[in-house]
């Protein structure tokens, strides 16, 4: 059973860089199965999906966020990241980094995969 | 950008009572449609793809349907382990999670 785990800091400052790593074990980043995505989810709301990235590194970002999200794709170490610059308050939330199926060529692939991480919680502060 | 819209925000059922949660996707997405279940503190968990298929370990209480860029899931006699909040995610173009649906005690 594929195992994904999130890391990072907890706490980042108005206007810095939010950084978060998902480390996958018991299973390869290189699968082909699905894509490998980032959701997260304000207090008392609902889920927000920012981006997915495959392993080969081709990546989609929600719109909303486009302009502020860098996320990449390490496969020597078997981890993603998400990078999110300039951060308000908006942007506290639990995120998850998740297995996350796709659609191409009329097919779609790893619907029956379906692996979360725990979730971090990041708060923006001064 | 394709738009998820999930209905109702929130509904208050007993144990036994039949459920219904709608998704209404704003462009066609064939069945590209996963439901999904969260209780406080934990990460969403799959239940249905494409659709109408149960992911295994699923209980059979549990279904999904489609018409055109309506989507249903179905709880047919909800039990106590059921009270939790349920989200559409659409992945036929990018992905779109549905506002969710907390279904509470009645």
């Known amino acids: 059973q594929l195992q994904l785990q999130e890391s990072g800091p907890g706490l980042v400052k108005p206007s810095e860089t939010l950084s978060l790593t998902c480390t996958v074990s018991?299973?390869?980043?290189?699968?082909?199965?699905?894509?490998w995505g980032w959701i997260r989810q304000p207090p008392g709301k609902g889920l927000e999906w920012i981006g997915s990235?495959?392993?080969?590194?081709?990546?989609f970002y929600n719109p909303s966020l486009k302009s502020r999200v860098t996320m990449s794709v390490d496969t020597s170490k078997n981890q993603f990241s998400l990078k999110l610059n300039s951060v308000t308050a908006a942007d506290a939330a639990v995120y998850y980094c998740?297995?996350?199926?796709?659609?191409?060529?009329?097919?779609?692939?790893?619907?029956?995969?379906?692996?979360w991480g725990q979730g971090t919680l990041v708060t923006v502060s001064s | 950008d394709i738009q998820m819209t999930q209905s109702p925000s929130s509904l208050s059922a007993s144990v036994g009572d039949r459920v219904t949660i709608t998704c209404r996707a704003s462009q066609g997405i064939r069945n590209d449609l996963g439901w999904y279940q969260q209780k406080p503190g934990k990460a969403p968990k799959r239940l249905i793809y494409?659709?109408?298929s149960l992911l295994s370990g699923v209980p059979s209480r549990f279904s999904g349907s489609a018409s055109g860029t309506e989507f249903t899931l179905t709880i047919s006699s909800l039990q106590p382990e059921d009270f939790a909040t349920y989200y559409c995610l659409q992945h036929n173009r990018y992905w779109t999670f549905g506002q969710g649906t907390k279904v509470q005690i009645k």
């Open positions: 018991s299973g390869s980043i290189s699968s082909s199965s699905y894509y």
């Open positions: 998740a297995t996350l199926p796709y659609c191409t060529g009329g097919s779609c692939y790893g619907q029956l995969y379906d692996s």
């Open positions: 990235i495959y392993y080969s590194g081709n990546s």
């Open positions: 494409a659709a109408s």
